[in-house]
């Protein structure tokens, strides 16, 4: 355990030493306001009004954003994770120390999760600290959208993290991220067109599904904590035997 | 030596194979795991303040009143091919589930499938229960399927059918339709008043009719006429409640009859309409025009209620409503179809009730969502009778104004706007009743001196009479409940080119429907439908700098330059509103961008002079 935390920290310390971390921070920040202020959420069959539009002190416009603005942010912060140690010849360094390789992939995984944590509460908080000045914001609900959007980053990182193992480059790693998150958030729109067997479970299978349907909207829902953590299970197991395999090539 | 590549890439197989194998048992875990969660841990806790997504206590407690089984039949079809609509339905017998986890052995499900069993095709028909028509889009193609979605609850030897389930609101119907089983008696509503369209050539014709309004009322409740009363017949007892709606000229002796049936322990509610509507041309050129006014026929008696509508109307720029309507025009010159174009605007004389209008102590009220009145008339401010509450139920902002009757003719926005900018600067805004509950010992205006009934012979005016009886009249002699609202357009329906819907609109079904039920002592089901989102309005800029610069709640401006010189600051209002919202949005995020750049600035520096040394 002590090895993980010591792999956490180096990676995490390493993220605040990047100005990458900075300007994604500070761009997420400012399209998440601009899209929640101006725009509302227009896709979908039921598309929402921006703030003032709608007139109504909510952050459901912010939170219906997140999943698909977290398609590609966290593919951008993880990219490197695992693509970037190979192409610089940096993993095999790594695995020829004294760590088990699922400590290594626990440790970048807890370090890329506080990374977007941090940064989705930075996102969140100004936004509801702006709102709750301008009308009677449900407190309760902001935080468990808080705490569904923690989790919906947990199986973002796990994926992007497993897509990051499989390529050879950081460009790729991100494109590949992007592009199987972005996939997952795109079933969600088309559970009207899918057949029908399909529908439910294409529905489940959905992150973003058990995110909005619960936590946005102030639910708790154990379910979703079990979808989210067997997801993670999921991610972290079959990256851990991707570098396996790769360190017995 | 091959030997040892041998075994090198029998590892590497191996290590292949594990992965690959490891996968799918991943990839089998994680569908099997959330499927049986999915079927066996419905374990969520709704946090929110609204608790929209939690089952009500309400239905706790209707369901706990359950002494014997209920059985309840669902008539879902189970093939479906819409997604969505297999999303909607699983979400109802989640519902259901969860409602019998609330009702235990008293609720018994049943599943039928009238789509694929003729015999549940039969009863479904013979319950009612029509399939609807659903679209969805597979592929390039929109595909129709007939779909049955309706329910039947069976109680007691009574049943009460939902012929089509509404998944947004389906905790609500489940629950009335259990709350009815068990109550065993449908409230008898009375209506006095005429419900058609009538365009005659009297003066009493209206544009009004209140087919949907009384449609809502006949589902759940007995509905019947109320006639006769100017011949002297007394409302029946059995009633539970009366409405009374846009009264015209009624005879007094009508007046007393509702005053005694309210003595009696009757309820009453009385929606008030005194526009004249062929006094504004809107219904027939070159009538007989009036004041305007069409007298209600009981002033006397709600004069002594301490509830008198005032013959105007309420504007009310803060609240105005949207007002839609279909302006006709000429046909066109090829296909001599005819044409319309669509119209809409925010009219203050349409009043959006808002939380702060609506009185937050009483039922009828709490669980309302910004019903809206049209032309509405201000309720007097008259002082209560000894041993009479008077509550407001429903008020306006305080920036109404009151104008004459026939001022609506008015429809263009920006009219509208410097209208309500005028009147804003002029001062004398204030808040106006517009709907009052009476409750308490009522005095009737009528002791001592019942009026007679009319009679043909003796009555030259069937309007009123002047003569009297010796009869008993009671006065005080009951708790009464008595509703005067200064409108009986909000429950009307729309007219042929009124895009406006009236009582279409659900904020006013919900005062309706809320109305009998307090009236009618159901109060569990108006509990029910507080389950609906709060409104949670932002901070209006401009009415705060309004109020800031002292431009609200002025006297009326004396002359043209103090008029002209509010007017400035008015505009001075808007802007500084503008720059405050702007300054509102803005400044907590750009404090996070600069507390995240210090960090940033602060955590490299200090690392690096860390490293320097």
New interface residues.
Partial sequence: MSRTLAIFKRELLAS??S?V??VT??LF??VQ?GLF?YMGYPIG?TPLPS??AG????LIVLFTWLPLLLAFLVPALTMGTWSEERSTGTEELLLTHPVLIREVVLGKFLASWVLVCLLVT?SI???A???S??????W??V??GLWGAFLLGAGYVALAQLVSALSSHQLLAFLLGALVLGMLWVLRLL??????S???FV???CPSTHFLD?AA???????DG??FA??V??GL??NA??V??RR?? | MSSTRSSTRNARLNMRLNLWLTALLLGALLVVGNDLARQHMPRRKDLSEDQLYALSEASARILSSLEDRLQVTTFFTGRLESGQMALAKAHVQGQLQELQALAGEHMELVALDPSTSSQAATRAAQLGIQSITQESLQGTQIVRQAVFFGLQLQYRGREQVLDVVDPRSFEVQFASAVYSLVRDRRARIGWLGDWERKLDNATTATRSSYVTARALLERRHSLEDVTGLKFGDAISSDLDLVFVVRPTKLHPRAAFELDQYVQRGGRLVICVDQADYSWLGLDRAGADRGDGVLPTGLDALLTAWGALPTPQHVWDPLWAAQQGWLRPQAPDPETGKPRATREICEHPLLVEVRDEGLDPTHPVATALQRPVLSWAQPIAPLDPPPGVTRLALLRSSERAHRTEIGDHHVTDQEQINSRSVIEAASGSGRVYDLAVVLSGALPSPFEGAAPAAYDVLLDADPTTTKRTTTEKVLSRSSDARVVVMGDADWMRDAGNYELYPFIGRRENQLLLMNLVDWLTQGEDLIDLRRKVPQHRDLVDFEAVALEEMGLTQLPAASNQAELDRRLVRAEEATSRARSDEARAMWVPILLTLALVLGFGLAWNLGRRGGKDS
Avoid at chain 1, 55 to 58: L, P, Y
Avoid at chain 1, 191 to 196: A, E, H, I, M, S
Avoid at chain 1, 217 to 223: I, Q, T
């Fill in positions: 605040f030493e100005p971390a900075y921070i500070g920040v400012l306001a202020f069959p703030l003032w007139g109504q002190a909510s930075l908080m100004p936004v600290w702006t709102v000045g301008l009308g009677d914001l449900d309760a609900t935080w468990c559970v009207d067109v899918l057949p029908v399909l529908a439910g529905d489940y299978a619960s909207r102030g639910v708790l829902d154990l379910r079990l979808y067997l997801l299970v999921f197991t079959l035997l991707v396996e395999a017995w090539k």
